[in-house]
């Protein structure tokens, strides 16, 4: 999780440092939340261009990457448009959840320690990019909350508060946005045989919602050993990996060329 050392008191000192601690960041997020690179460079300029100029409104209540990331997801739901072809509502959870009478996903070449070979290191490539593209094709109320939940890690009550919506409904939202997501994953990956569901289905859905509120805190779910039948298990064990995957999106440089765009904004802007 990103960490924030104190801020100068002056704009012109602090919104420079930002840049440079968060700028990747910020440029990975507008690709997500945004779709392209143009409007990444857009996000870019008007989330840093807002910080300097509203910076005496920063009250130190929270990080200033969450300050920043706040702004960012604003911005992004002024620019937001409607893209061809993108879905107006998301899959149900059954529709999501895996059938009881099939196969599960068999994670052991995404997580087979060194060395990979090149057909582990290809499987890899795919599923990231077919992670990448099922956020892609998120409706945008959903894609936003898990963009910054699982990507910015920013709390549920600063997405609420960013989205002016209710921590409810972003939890919502963001739990079946995972599943989507997961779905996406599990669908790429062979297969293997497993035993019948050991569980009610009230218990697996139980046990399910437990474990994505764990995710939401960055908690472990505490399981005594034997409680989780074998296909919870690969549901869990699909949700952490499409989690990581969603981390590894948010790591990423700022184009050198976005930087000079920003700084020379800032540097036609009056002194603070």
């Known amino acids: 999780m990103t960490t924030d050392v104190a801020m100068p008191d002056s704009p012109t000192e602090a919104i420079p440092h930002l840049l440079a601690e968060h700028g990747g960041k910020i440029y990975s997020l507008g690709l997500r939340l945004c779709g392209d690179d143009a409007d990444a460079e857009d996000l870019v300029q008007e989330t840093f261009l807002n910080a300097y100029r509203h910076w005496q409104g920063f009250e130190g209540r929270s990080r200033p990457s969450t300050w920043l990331y706040t702004i960012a997801?604003?911005?992004?739901?002024?620019?937001?448009?409607?893209r061809a072809g993108e879905p107006?509502?998301?899959?149900?959870?059954?529709?999501?959840?895996?059938?009881?009478?099939?196969?599960?996903?068999?994670?052991?070449?995404?997580?087979?320690?060194?060395?990979?070979?090149?057909?582990?290191?290809?499987l890899r490539r795919e599923t990231r990019?077919?992670?990448?593209?099922?956020?892609?094709g998120l409706p945008a109320h959903f894609r936003i909350p898990l963009v910054l939940k699982d990507i910015a890690e920013l709390s549920m009550a600063d997405i609420a508060a960013a989205l002016g919506i209710k921590e409810a409904t972003v939890k919502t939202r963001i739990h079946r946005a995972r599943l989507a997501l997961r779905k996406a994953l599990a669908e790429g990956l062979p297969t293997r045989a497993a035993a019948h569901p050991t569980h009610e289905r009230r218990v697996c859905l139980d046990l399910l919602r437990a474990k994505q509120e764990a995710m939401d805190r960055g908690e472990v779910l505490p399981l005594a050993a034997g409680e989780l039948c074998e296909r919870c298990s690969s549901l869990f064990a699909t949700l952490e990996l499409t989690r990581d995957f969603c981390l590894a999106l948010g790591r990423g440089?700022?184009?050198?060329?976005?930087?000079r765009l920003v700084e020379a904004d800032l540097a036609r802007e009056p002194m603070r």
């Open 88 to 122: 107006s509502r998301i899959a149900s959870v059954d529709e999501l959840l895996p059938a009881p009478d099939r196969g599960v996903p068999d994670t052991a070449s995404l997580t087979a320690a060194e060395p990979r070979n090149p057909e582990a290191e290809q």
């Open 73 to 82: 997801a604003r911005a992004c739901q002024r620019m937001q448009r409607k």
């Open 253 to 259: 440089e700022l184009p050198d060329r976005v930087r």
């Open 129 to 136: 990019e077919r992670v990448q593209q099922a956020l892609a």
